[in-house]
């Protein structure tokens, strides 16, 4: 055999060697398995973002049986909804001559507009029918300041007014959180970036979600969400 010819054989070699080792990595990697320090964050799965709504998010109610076989891997649950004034800041009927969808300036910045949805007490605004999560400790209402936009479960719009959700993760022993619902480029990606400001280790569950992807929102939320050390996992992922 000539010498050219054992050389490319051991490239072969060599080449499958790695790439069983690869194999072996991804087949044989641990599934997650939260444990007493982590919560699951259920951000927002409430008839207004589904089929249906006010401001439906597409596919918005595929993440409740994902989200419902989740759960119950958690010790630690949070449930949060968006709870709107009328006549609230963000909606485009509080701003003559704007549209759904359109921008406008509030006194912190940017603010997109949106329909009229999950107005306080209407059924619009209530978790969809089939979550089942009675083991869920919390529950945080968010954007109920007229004046102001709560995207984030742990931090209003203005970047200041704190939900007080921080303190009692961390009160509760808490150093990884699980971020799932609706919708992934606005309420999913604001609680995610927030909790790793606040300290904590923070995954999105991309199947569990749905994004609104609006001029293309949903990949620079994933940007800024990897940019910030936010893990992107699947359902699949945990035991």
């Not at 490319?8 to 080792?21: D, E, M, N, Q």
């Not at 949903?218 to 050390?229: F, L, P």
């Amino acid at each position: 055999m000539d010498s050219k010819r054992r050389e490319s054989l051991k490239a072969v070699a060599a080449f499958g060697v790695v790439a069983l080792a690869g194999l072996g990595q991804r087949a044989w990697a641990a599934p997650i398995k939260p444990g007493a320090d982590s919560a699951l964050i259920v951000v927002d799965v409430q008839n207004c973002f589904v089929t249906g709504g006010t401001l439906p998010v597409k596919g918005g109610e595929q993440v409740v049986p994902i989200i419902n076989k989740l759960a119950k891997g958690f010790e630690n649950v949070v449930v949060t909804q968006d709870w709107h004034t009328t006549g609230h800041a963000s909606f485009a009927s509080s701003h003559a001559g704007k549209k759904p969808f359109e921008t406008t300036k509030l006194r912190y910045g940017t603010q997109v507009l949106w329909p009229d949805h999950c107005v306080q007490g209407s059924q619009d605004a209530a978790v969809h029918k089939d979550l089942d999560i009675p083991q869920a400790q919390l529950v945080i209402r968010k954007g109920f300041h007229k004046d102001t936009d709560s995207y984030s479960a742990f931090t209003e719009a203005d970047g200041k007014t704190s939900t007080g959700l921080a303190a009692y993760l961390k009160a509760r022993g808490i150093k990884e959180v699980y971020v799932a619902g609706l919708a992934t480029d606005f309420c999913v990606a604001w609680t995610a970036l927030d909790a790793r400001k606040a300290g904590f280790r923070a995954s999105v569950i991309e199947d569990a979600s749905r994004g609104i992807d609006l001029n293309g929102s949903v990949a620079k939320a994933w940007a800024d969400m990897t940019k910030a050390g936010v893990k992107r996992v699947q359902s699949s992922d945990f035991a």
